[in-house]
């Protein structure tokens, strides 16, 4: 069994930061790209930012230049950098890893609330 666990996220005002991490832990054997999505109340679930085993990375173009994916491979561990945090940046925000344990699953993080007060 693989979980992922995120830490993280609370209130800060606009044009704050904040920054979100989330480790994996289980049975796992190698993990493929690392993700992170987000989702305000009445909103579908977007995705914000991924990384590739190998560092590469792809935003949504409402972060692009504002929030940074990083992840450390010898940790299981994803990082999401918040920077110039607006309001509508609030959201729960979740983890989502590729993750090799025999076959290739898709797991998810419990979520975690990001509030960004005007």
């Known amino acids: 069994q693989v979980q992922l666990v995120e830490s993280g996220g609370g209130l800060v005002q606009a044009g704050g930061s904040l920054s979100l991490s989330c480790a994996a832990s289980?049975?796992?054997?190698?993990?493929?790209?690392m993700s992170w999505y987000r989702q305000a109340p009445g909103n579908q679930r977007e995705l914000v930012a991924t990384i590739t085993r190998g560092g590469s990375t792809n935003y949504a173009d409402s972060v692009k230049g504002r929030f940074t994916i990083s992840r450390d491979n010898t940790k299981n561990t994803v990082y999401l950098q918040m920077n110039s945090l607006k309001p509508e940046d609030t959201a729960v925000y979740y983890c989502?890893?590729?993750?090799?344990?025999?076959?290739?699953?898709?797991?998810w993080g419990q979520g975690t609330q990001v509030t960004v007060s005007s």
């Open positions: 289980g049975s796992i054997f190698s993990i493929n790209n």
């Open positions: 989502n890893a590729m993750v090799v344990a025999g076959i290739l699953n898709d797991y």
